[in-house]
């Protein structure tokens, strides 16, 4: 794996969907960004907001797309062309309906398991990018799936989410210079 140059989380939109469970890419990235003390802003061309992240030798974008998760590609396909970030620099953070909240994996690779954030994203680009799966627990039944992802998840499993997001930026570092391994080792003994 590439050094990381692009943190996608994927989400949706607007106040409607800003606490539910289909935006824990979002809550991610966000968490990001307050550590480094940076501030999205609109990006239009890239159909989303982004802000660049430079900080101890650190250089990289942050980007939530405005696209509307089923469009998600677009936006990430936007602002890795532009600034000729190769798909295997990618990550991409979204919520995992077969992990339990509270838990946080890395992969690389593989398809896209319904996710249609992921479906478009490997349309768009390949799935030769990372990902970091967070945990959202799962409804019981596929027919339930997208009433449970466009909900709020229960006080306690937000927390859970949070908490899992939280561990999950401090393998960044590693991320950030190429060592998957390392941030999976890191990061899988914690969660």
């Known amino acids: 794996m590439?050094?990381?140059?692009?943190?996608?989380?994927?989400?949706?939109?607007?106040?409607?969907?800003?606490?539910?469970?289909?935006?824990?890419?979002?809550?991610?990235?966000?968490?990001v960004a307050r550590q480094f003390g940076v501030?999205?802003?609109?990006?239009?061309?890239?159909?989303?907001?982004a802000v660049r992240v430079q900080s101890n030798g650190a250089d990289f974008w942050l980007l939530k797309p405005a696209t509307f998760m089923n469009r998600s590609g677009q936006s990430i396909q936007a602002l890795a062309n532009f600034y000729k970030i190769p798909v295997e620099s990618i990550l991409v953070v979204h919520d995992e309906l077969d992990l339990e909240p509270g838990v946080a994996k890395l992969k690389v690779g593989g398809?896209?398991?319904?996710?249609?954030?992921?479906?478009?994203?490997?349309?768009?680009?390949?799935?030769?990018?990372?990902?970091?799966?967070?945990?959202?627990?799962?409804p019981g039944h596929r027919d339930q799936v997208v009433d449970y992802v466009l909900k709020a998840p229960s006080k306690i499993d937000r927390q859970k989410i949070d908490e899992a997001s939280y561990e999950a930026t401090r393998v960044l570092p590693a991320l950030l210079k190429g060592?998957?391994?390392?941030?999976?080792?890191?990061?899988h003994t914690r969660s």
């Open 39 to 49: 501030v999205f802003r609109p990006e239009s061309k890239f159909l989303g907001e």
């Open 2 to 31: 590439s050094s990381v140059k692009l943190i996608v989380g994927l989400g949706n939109p607007g106040d409607k969907y800003e606490q539910t469970r289909h935006n824990a890419g979002f809550w991610f990235v966000d968490e």
């Open 111 to 138: 398809g896209h398991g319904g996710h249609n954030g992921l479906r478009d994203t490997i349309a768009a680009m390949g799935n030769r990018f990372a990902r970091l799966r967070l945990g959202i627990g799962h």
């Open 179 to 187: 060592d998957l391994q390392q941030a999976m080792q890191e990061l």
